[in-house]
């Protein structure tokens, strides 16, 4: 099934049809940003990604009604605003949220529709998260901004469909984690400290790890639950007991000056199994047995068998 949240993050096949950045500024610098909301046609962006003989009608930023003639044959590489927006300009960094449907080329059929339940997805507009095409398309369009592109799905019965998203708001997304302090934190725990720009600092406490993994809210969030099929934005930090015996940083996503995004369903089981549950806005001391880390096998500056320890902000989940 065509789901919206896997558009945003498909692989650069699938999103062929979305234009590169040179064509879509080129477009909208010879576009009338103030162009009527009741209708217009798709517009060109070059010779061989003009996604063609598509209208959408209706107000900006509501759901548009999309026409085009059955069937039709969709492309790769094929793409085109329908309706150019009239609200805030959407800029690198920025919570972008969307309503979408997708249509089969074949019969104009309805695959999936956002805006039917009231459901859009966001997802935070950077180069790191975001597919490097897709994110070429949307960054310099304005809230309301109607879009459609053709994709021709790889699978069994060779679905070809044109999805039509609408950009419909736009936000940022919190750079530490915000909630409430947790006061019943259990007091053999290893201790946490933040600087004031909310990068922790970690003492053991004395604490001595089991072969159960540990998953401590720090600051609850109130945002909602994390599924184990989510994607994350977060800043993390990770130590483990290094070659020489001390606790040891081997990464952390606050020294590279930027939050990590990744899907649950790659990480390591501890990460899994520890932020599933959770909410989105927590602070959450992970103490992840060997097992459900890189068990026997030594990493770079992570020795065979070690337990890993980490404090992780989810800041962003979709």
Not at 128 to 157: E, H, M, P, R
């Amino acid at each position: 099934m065509v789901s919206f949240k896997s558009v945003m993050r498909m692989p650069v096949k699938a999103v062929a049809a979305l234009c590169t950045l040179a064509l879509c500024t080129a477009m909208a610098a010879c576009s009338d940003s103030s162009a009527s909301s009741d209708s217009s046609s798709a517009s060109s962006v070059g010779s061989t990604d003009q996604l063609a003989g598509i209208t959408a009608t209706g107000d900006l930023g509501k759901e548009p009604t999309i026409s085009f003639h059955t069937p039709m044959t969709v492309e790769d590489g094929a793409s085109a605003v329908l309706q150019e927006g009239d609200g805030a300009v959407i800029k690198e960094g920025d919570l972008v949220c969307f309503q979408g449907k997708a249509l089969q080329a074949k019969d104009g059929s309805e695959l999936m529709n956002t805006w039917t339940n009231n459901t859009p997805s966001c997802t935070p507009m950077t180069k790191d998260t975001t597919n490097s095409t897709y994110y070429n398309l949307i960054i310099g369009k304005k809230v309301n901004t109607t879009i459609a592109f053709g994709v021709n799905d790889n699978n069994t019965s060779g679905t070809s469909y044109i999805m039509v998203l609408t950009l419909i708001s736009t936000g940022t997304v919190p750079t530490r984690a915000e909630g409430t302090a947790v006061t019943d934190i259990p007091s053999d725990l290893p201790k946490v400290t933040l600087d004031d720009s909310g990068k922790p600092s970690l003492d053991l406490n004395g604490y001595t790890p089991g072969d159960q993994l540990v998953s401590q809210t720090l600051i609850k969030g109130s945002g909602r639950e994390v599924q184990s099929t989510d994607s994350l934005t977060v800043q993390y930090t990770g130590w483990c007991i290094g070659s020489d015996g001390t606790l040891t940083q081997f990464d952390s996503s606050w020294d590279r000056g930027s939050a990590s995004s990744f899907s649950l369903s790659q990480v390591i089981k501890g990460w899994t199994n520890g932020l599933t549950g959770q909410t989105i806005g927590s602070q959450v001391l992970l103490i992840v047995p060997p097992d459900q880390g890189y068990g026997s096998t030594a990493q770079e500056k992570i020795p065979a068998n070690s337990t890993l320890y980490f404090i992780v902000d989810i800041l962003y989940a979709s």
